[in-house]
C-alpha cells in the first residue's frame, strides 16, 4: 500500500487542483497559482540543490531572464503567449549556460557567492538598461492573447495554463530525479571525487543541472509576468533566489514533493500574517525558524520518517 501512496497523494492533488480551477473565486484561484508558480520556480531549484548539493544565491536570475524575454517577445516581436513562453525559457537557458560555464568549476561557498555576484549582475543590467528594460519601472502591458485557439484573459481560463506547466514540471523533475541522470547528480552530491574517478564528468554534469533548474526558474517567470501582466527588475533580486532556498527547507530538501508542500506553506503564511501586521517580515522569519529548527528534513522529510517509523512498529507488532 505504502508504495502507491504518493501516486494516490498526487492524484488526489490533481482533483483538489481542478475543483479550484472549476469553483473557486478569484482570489482563491490567484493565491493557488502564485503557489503553482513558485513549485515550478522550487522544484527546478532543488534539482540543483536537494539532488546536486549546489546551493544558489542567484536564480532570481533566471527567473527574471525568463520573466523579461517573454514580455519582450510580447511588445515587439509577437503577442503569442505560447512562442514567449518558449522565448521566455530560451533566454533563461542562455542566461544559465553563460552564469553556469563559471560557476560550475567551484563548489560550495564558492559556488554560492559566484551566483550571488552573478545575479546582482543581471540585476543591475536590468535596472540600467531603461532603453530596453524599463529601468526601475519594468515592463508593462504583457497581454494573454489566446493560446491556440482558446481565450486565456480571464484568471479562470489562465488558471489551467498553469496548471498544465505546474503538471509537466512535475513529471519531468520526477522523470530526472528516478532517471540514471537523475542518480549521477545524487552520486556527485555524496561524493564529488568518488565520482570524478568512476570517469564521469562532474562539471558538465554540474551544468546540465544547473541548466535545467535556471530552464524552470524561466518558466516560472513568462507565467509569472503573465500573471500579474507585468515585470520588474526586483524580480532578479538575489533577495527573491532566497524564496525556492526557503521553500525548499520548509518542505524537505531530500524529498520529491518538499518544494511543493514548502510553497503552500511559505505563500499561504505569508498572505495570513501580512494581513495582521505591518511588520510582518519579523514574525516571518521567527515562524520560519520554528519550522526549519523544529522539523529537521522539513515537513516533508520529518513525515516521512514518521511514517516509516509507524510502518515499522506496525509490521513488529503484526509478526508478533
Known amino acids: 500500500m505504502g508504495r502507491y ?75 503569442d503567449p505560447l512562442l514567449g513562453i518558449l522565448a521566455g525559457v530560451g533566454l533563461a537557458v542562455f542566461t544559465a549556460l553563460l552564469i553556469g560555464f563559471f560557476c560550475v568549476r567551484h563548489t560550495e561557498i564558492y559556488f554560492a557567492m559566484l551566483t550571488l555576484a552573478f545575479g546582482m549582475m543581471v540585476f543591475s543590467l536590468i535596472w540600467n538598461l531603461r532603453e530596453i528594460t524599463g529601468g526601475d519601472d519594468g515592463l508593462v502591458g504583457i497581454g494573454r492573447s489566446p493560446m491556440l485557439g482558446f481565450s486565456i ?10 496548471l498544465f506547466f ?103 503564511m505569508r498572505e495570513i500574517i501580512e494581513r495582521f501586521t505591518q511588520n510582518w517580515m519579523l514574525w516571518f522569519g521567527l515562524i520560519l525558524l520554528v519550522i526549519i529548527m523544529g522539523f529537521r528534513g522539513g515537513a516533508m522529510g520529518s513525515t516521512e520518517r514518521y511514517l516509516a517509523r509507524f510502518g515499522r512498529k506496525y509490521r513488529e507488532e503484526g509478526s508478533s
Open 153 to 162: 484573459a480571464k484568471d479562470s481560463q489562465f488558471y489551467f495554463v498553469v
Open 166 to 268: 505546474f503538471a509537466l514540471t512535475v513529471w519531468v523533475i520526477h522523470r530526472i530525479r528516478s532517471s540514471a541522470f537523475g542518480l549521477v547528480l545524487a552520486g556527485i552530491s555524496e561524493n564529488h571525487q568518488r565520482a570524478s574517478f568512476a570517469g564521469l564528468s562532474v562539471k558538465r554534469c554540474r551544468l546540465a543541472a544547473f541548466v535545467i533548474s535556471g530552464a524552470f526558474a524561466g518558466l516560472a517567470g513568462s507565467l509569472g509576468a503573465m500573471l500579474e501582466s507585468n515585470t520588474d527588475p526586483f524580480s532578479a533580486h538575489w533577495t527573491h533566489s532566497a524564496e525556492p532556498v526557503l521553500v525548499s527547507l520548509i518542505g524537505g530538501l531530500q524529498t520529491f514533493s518538499g518544494p511543493i508542500v514548502g510553497s503552500v506553506i511559505f505563500v499561504v
Open 5 to 79: 501512496l504518493p501516486y494516490l497523494a498526487f492524484g488526489l492533488l490533481a482533483l483538489v487542483l481542478v475543483g479550484i480551477g472549476l469553483f473557486a473565486d478569484r482570489f482563491v484561484l490567484y493565491l493557488t497559482m502564485r503557489v503553482m508558480l513558485l513549485s515550478i520556480f522550487a522544484l527546478g531549484y532543488n534539482l540543483l540543490l536537494g539532488r546536486t548539493g549546489l546551493l544558489s544565491f542567484g536564480h532570481a536570475a533566471f527567473y527574471a531572464a525568463g520573466a523579461y524575454g517573454m514580455a519582450l517577445f510580447y511588445l515587439h516581436v509577437s503577442s
